[in-house]
């Protein structure tokens, strides 16, 4: 079992920046790739970008457009996900997921067993 914490979720202005953390504790040494994924009011719960725990490789979806960016320091199991120039339509309760073992695409939401409980990330206009 993984456990997954995350936090830096707030409140900011359109234009401003967050830096959201997750925490990772238990069977550290099995993850294989953490993901971001965020879920805004009435909508799906989407990908953000994941990156592979060894490695370091992240990938992004596409909404991305180079404002995000995704890091990991191995040494305190935690990955990072800094959002820069924060659009209104950036509201939503983003979750860190771990996959274990590669098991589908890094979009793929069933890829993921284990989950955070979310922290919330609210722009104002």
């Known amino acids: 079992q993984v456990q997954l914490v995350e936090s830096g979720g707030g409140l900011v202005q359109a234009g401003g920046s967050l830096r959201l953390s997750c925490a990772a504790s238990?069977?550290?040494?099995?993850?294989?790739?953490i993901g971001w994924f965020r879920q805004a009011p009435g909508k799906e719960r989407e990908f953000v970008g994941a990156?592979?725990?060894?490695?370091?490789?992240?990938s992004y979806a596409d909404f991305v457009q180079g404002r995000f960016t995704i890091s990991r320091d191995n040494a305190k199991n935690t990955v990072y996900l800094q959002m820069n120039s924060l659009k209104v339509e950036d509201t939503a309760v983003y979750y860190c997921?771990?996959?274990?073992?590669?098991?589908?695409?890094?979009?793929?939401?069933?890829?993921?067993?284990?989950w955070g409980q979310g922290t919330q990330v609210t722009v104002s206009s």
């Open positions: 990156i592979i725990w060894s490695s370091g490789l992240p």
């Open positions: 997921a771990c996959d274990p073992d590669y098991s589908g695409p890094a979009y793929f939401k069933a890829a993921y067993d284990y």
């Open positions: 238990g069977r550290t040494f099995t993850v294989s790739r």
